[in-house]
Structure formats: structure tokens, C-alpha cells
């Protein structure tokens, strides 16, 4: 800070000290930084986003290097485009000619019948909104193309047959495949749901035969001996629990994929239900159709049986809840606490779905869009 006023000569004398001989005059100038002497200025910053974006637009801008007074006038860039829109930036509009609509004049308040003000129509202005011929045939094509894709094919049933796997029906004793073995080690006859439910933590088995993706998995009712599976394949198939775990049989009837099946409640029957929008009644047994097809006005999706006999038990001292996700993961889960117990990888697609062994209750069975029908334990 200088308390005092300088002589012209104290301020302007050369600074003391040694003096360079090999110094240019570029180098003696004053520099307040490597590169040179910089000086504060102020620019306003909508204006230079104006300017910067009128040129990226048009290709002109105004002239940032002359003196105030003639900033409104020289442009640098397009001056032929600058002419032509007289200097408009891009925020700024010209003025568009537009003409007005004509309207039918009746502004006479004494005609009582006869007067419109500012009511009155345009003159040509249409009161029916009615396409024209052209317009019409277009409509015309549209709406029957709609209607075309709305409207089902007639899918002929399949032809219903069956391939058994297994090379004799009946046992010694004339006793077929739906009867409850009494030799797994596990007493599937009775009616008194298991005390505990144990979580299983490993896989024990995999069911190989569809080709594509199991839609659906059921036990065979009370004694869960037989498994249920039905696929986007078209096809059904009956499988063993226990033992070699074979398939035993396969249900041919569906031209499109069989999205769900359910055991009545004595198991010698099951119903299937198939996106070519037919529901068919098999025997377990022999693998015919029991009765004739029934078809839908729309795809079926799923099938059921009375509620009060369904395979769900509910234990009174256990309450786990399984469930499938996207990632083909089985988590089981706590009912009242919603507490993720575990978590296991039971496909390598969607988990579409899970079902508990009815008698030994740490086994769950899973089918995925892999194809393959896994058990648990």
C-alpha cells in the first residue's frame, strides 16, 4: 500500500538490481503469469450463449472485437444469412405472416334469428367430419386386418395318444403303477400331515425327458408317490419318487404347449390345460382321454379342484413358504416373519415352479424352463 504520492520518476525508474543483457523486449514486459499478462474482464453470459449458439445454428455472430457503438451492425461468419434474417439470434422469432381464418359476419344483435358474433362459423369449416372415399377404403383395410388378427384359428385337437416307458403295466400281483408302494421306508398311506417341515439344503435327483421348457409339477394326491409334469413341448409325463425313478409314461393329445395339469382326488384322473385352448380329462392309468375335449373362447392358463383337497398343508407349529424367481432360484421363506431362510439355485432359467412332498417334508420338487424336473432333500 502507498501512503505518500509518488514523483513520476520514482515510479516510472527501472527496478534495481542486475539486469539481464540477453533480455528481449518480449521478456521485459510485465507478465503476471508464464505466458504472459492477464486482465479481469467482464463478459455476460447469456450473451456469449447467445451469440455462440446463433452461430452453431445460422453461421453469423456479432463481432466481439469492435467498440460499442457499432456492435449492433458488423457480424462475423455468414454476412449473406445475418442480411437475410436481419440479425435474429436463436432466441428471438420473426414475424411470421399468417392468415386468418374467414368467418361468417353477423354481428347485427337486433337480427335475433340471424345473429353469430363471436360464435359465428368459419367458412370452411366442415359440420360433418366424414372421410373421404379414399380415407374410407383405408379404414376399410385396417378394421378387417383387426379383425382378422383378432380372431381365433380353428385349432384342430391333437392326436391323443400315449407311449409307455416301462415294459410291463402291472406287477405280479396284477397291481399297477397308481398303487401306494409300502416299501420306500415311508408310511405314504396315512392321512396325519408330519409334526416338523425341514428345509432342504442339496439336490438328490433330476428328472431328464422334456425337451423344452416344465410349465408345471403335482404329486399324486395324499401319498405323493407319482410326479405330474407337463411342457412347453406339448407333452405330459408321469414319473416315479421313489425307487429307480423312471419315467413311466408319457400323454401325447395337446398341438401347443400344456401350461397346467391337476390330479382329481383319488389320482386315477388329471385334467390338462394347453394354449391351443383345449381342456382334456386323462386317465392315469392307461393314458386315453377319459371324455371328450373341451375347448375355451380364449387360452387357458390354469387348472383346479376343490380347495379343501388341494396337496397345500398348512403345519400348525412349522410355516415355511417356497418360492420360484426369474434367476431360477428357490428361496424359502418364514410365513408370519417374511425372514429368507435359504436360498438354493435350482435352475439355470426361471424357476416356474415348486411343490412339498406331502409325507417327507424336507424333499421339494421343481420344475424350471430348462427342462428339467429336480428334487430336493
Known sequence: EVQYNPSYDTMFAPEFGPVNPFRTQQMAAPRNMLS???????????????QRRTFATY???????????????KYIGSIEEAEKNQGLTVFETGQKKMEKRKKFKENDASNIDGFLGPWAKYVDEKDVAKPSEEEQRELDEITAKRQKKGKHEDDKPGEEKTILHVKEMYDYQGRSYLHVPQDVG???????????????????HVWSGHTKGVSAVRLFPLSGHLLLSCSMDCKIKLWEVY????????????????????????GNQFLSAAYDR????????????????????????????????????????????????ADGKLNIWDWK???????LKAHDKVCIGAVWHPHETSKVITCGWDGLIKLWD
Open 36 to 50: 504472459g499478462y492477464t486482465e479481469p474482464a467482464h463478459i455476460n453470459d447469456f450473451m456469449f450463449e447467445q
Open 243 to 266: 425307487g429307480e425313478r423312471r419315467c413311466l409314461r408319457t400323454f401325447i393329445g395337446h398341438s401347443k404347449a400344456v401350461r397346467d395339469i391337476c390330479f382329481n382326488n383319488a
Open 337 to 343: 416373519t417374511t425372514k429368507l431362510y435359504s436360498r
Open 278 to 325: 383345449y381342456l382334456k380329462l386323462w386317465d392315469t392309468e392307461t393314458g386315453r382321454v377319459s371324455t371328450s375335449s373341451m375347448t375355451a373362447s380364449e387360452n387357458l392358463f390354469i387348472v383346479g379342484r376343490n380347495v379343501s383337497n388341494c396337496l397345500v398343508i398348512m403345519w400348525e407349529n412349522e410355516y415355511y413358504v417356497i418360492s420360484g424367481d
Open 186 to 204: 415311508v408310511n405314504l398311506r396315512s392321512t396325519v400331515p408330519p409334526e416338523k417341515c425341514y428345509l432342504p439344503k442339496k439336490q438328490i
Open 59 to 73: 453461421g453469423y455472430a456479432l463481432d466481439p472485437s469492435i467498440d460499442n457503438y457499432e456492435v449492433s451492425t
